[in-house]
């Protein structure tokens, strides 16, 4: 039936269009996890649309603006509709949303995942090397989130211990070795995107951190008493 409508078979439409259905894919999850706080956080609903927009986009932007083009969302309006149903979606399920436990870190985690393989292939279709492109991926996953946190007041995931930008550059590489090997392009984006998931799932459940950076308050209060 979908070819018969569309003139193409589904799975042929997928394969061609599958960077483009992650990206949706990644703008719904986004924006849902900063509708879902901006919730918590009471704000009203054109409040929390803007939060979920500019969590769904404000990682692409960045990478967008770096790299030298115009922004997507200015070329597509899709995603603010995307955002849109995203917000309807919270508004009717919103009770459920709350009732299921860390719904907010899922949505983040798939978001993240989806946008750093989204941010790579963007960049090397703009003939960047990989490791430019590795970078722009852990741009395009953290920063929107970076700007959700700020919005909202909250100290962003990103500067916190937990593991975030470090599991988006660790799926940048895996992307590198894939394509290293000539891994079917399609399976590479699902294996990348999954290995940053399954990094942030794995370093929250088992409370894996990066250490902090810590000065030494004994030494500066002998100094302080050496001074007086």
């Not at 986004?30 to 929390?48: C, Q, T, V």
């Not at 090397?124 to 852990?138: C, K, R, T």
């Not at 392009?185 to 929250?204: S, Y």
Request: aromatic share 12%; charged share 20%.
């Amino acid at each position: 039936m979908f070819e018969a409508l569309f003139g193409i078979s589904l799975l042929d439409y997928i394969r061609e269009n599958f960077v483009e259905l992650l990206d949706h894919a990644g703008t719904f999850a986004f924006a849902l996890s900063g509708i879902r706080l901006a919730a918590e956080k009471k704000f009203d609903i054109f409040g929390a649309y803007v939060v979920g927009l500019v969590t769904a986009i404000g990682g692409g932007t960045t990478r967008d603006l770096l790299l030298g083009a115009t922004p997507f969302w200015m070329l597509n309006s899709s995603y603010l509709i995307v955002t849109a149903v995203a917000l309807l979606s919270f508004v009717f399920l919103k009770n459920l949303i709350f009732r299921l436990n860390k719904t907010l870190f899922l949505f983040d985690t798939i978001g993240l995942g989806l946008f750093v393989v989204v941010g790579i292939e963007k960049t090397l279709d703009a003939n960047y090397p990989f490791w430019v492109a590795i970078i722009m991926g852990m741009i395009t996953g953290s920063v929107g989130g970076l700007i959700r946190d700020v919005l909202i007041n909250e100290v962003p995931l990103i500067l916190r211990r937990d593991i975030y930008a470090v599991a988006c550059i660790i799926g940048g590489l895996v992307f590198a070795l894939c394509c290293h090997y000539e891994v079917d392009r399609a399976l590479t984006n699902i294996i990348a995107a999954f290995t940053v998931m399954l990094i942030r799932f794995i370093a929250v459940r088992y409370k894996i951190q990066l250490p902090t950076v810590k000065h030494n308050d004994n030494n500066n209060r002998k100094f302080v008493k050496k001074r007086k």
